[in-house]
């Protein structure tokens, strides 16, 4: 890891910790190069965490003015698009409402709001609603109706085609991107719809709206699988919202092993608890994940050392340790990056036996 690395893991330790010791600056202050810092924060969508932080502790009275500008209009930037996006949310949900359509939020808007102090600190790139499969279609239509079309982006080309979601967007607000999910992720890989999900719903109050919201457990799933789905782009403001989630939330542990199981998604549940576990004093051993703290103690069995898989079986499934050279720049240490590299192949070779 270099300095600036270990600075944002040390910043994101405190501002998740709520710590007023701000040793860990004087630590590495010489030594960061303050504009590969800034590239890292923005890249990760960290700049209103890094200048809440940064303003919270007095750090930016520490720093070059130049680069506390760029800080504080990151996070300025950050609340006009969340307000954009909140504010498009609201008309988007009012259009389905008056159609019968029931749309369902699902992470950013609702982390935004619910999980973070204020609307600078958590970037949102995009709008996700999860709709019954049976409203699906009539969504698209009423929304392009409104003026928005298909998504040029290639990604979500190849979502359209697999049936699964589909991303549209709306010429005259450029950040504005609304995905809508019939199911969890690709129908091959994790095949749950959303209407399995969507007939256990919680309930939550957006700006005096009233909406449906996915519960714990179909939360963290969601979480699992889209941390799996975009490994090749990971950002550490997800890392923050599975540990805001989690000091928020408690899913019902023996589900969520159910449909890893049942889906193949135990290298993503462990990838994903092998980046929290620094910020949730999350202890591992031999493929046990412990949790304590702010958990009941909980053991999570990730693998199973008695199963003994061939590896040539599927030979594709090299391709996917992609996921392996994507997490290991976010892990801590080297001790923990070998302990993680032995460990994923392990779950992985299981998975495909």
Known sequence: MRYEEKFIYNLLKSYLNKNE?????YKFRTSLNYERLIKKCF?????????????????????????????KWGSRNT??????????????????RKNNIEPVPVKGIVFVKKLYENLSLRSMADIDLILREKDYKYAIEILKSAGYRESDFLQARKWERENFRIALTKPDLIPLTVELHKKFSHPGRFGLSADDALDNLGSAEIDEMQFRTLN?????????????????????????????FLLEFTPDWSKILDYVEQYRLRTSLYMLIKLISPYLNIEEKSGDVKL??????????????????????????????SQIFCVLPLIDDWKNRVEFFKNYIKIRMQDYQ
């Open 216 to 244: 714990p457990d179909y939360t963290f799933l969601f979480l699992i699988n889209h941390m799996g789905m975009h490994y090749f782009n990971l950002k550490l403001i997800w890392v923050v919202d599975a540990v805001k």
């Open 21 to 25: 010791n701000m040793d860990f600056f």
């Open 292 to 321: 304590i703290g702010n958990f009941k103690k909980l053991y999570l069995k990730i693998f199973y050392s008695e199963k003994h898989p061939t590896f040539f079986r599927f030979p594709w499934m090299p391709l996917r340790l």
């Open 43 to 71: 890249a990760h969508g960290l700049e209103g965490i890094a200048y809440y932080e940064f303003n919270r502790l007095g750090i930016l009275n520490l720093i070059d003015r130049r680069i506390a500008e760029k800080l």
């Open 79 to 96: 609340l006009m698009v969340n307000m954009l996006l909140l504010s498009e949310f609201k008309n988007i949900v009012e259009l389905l």
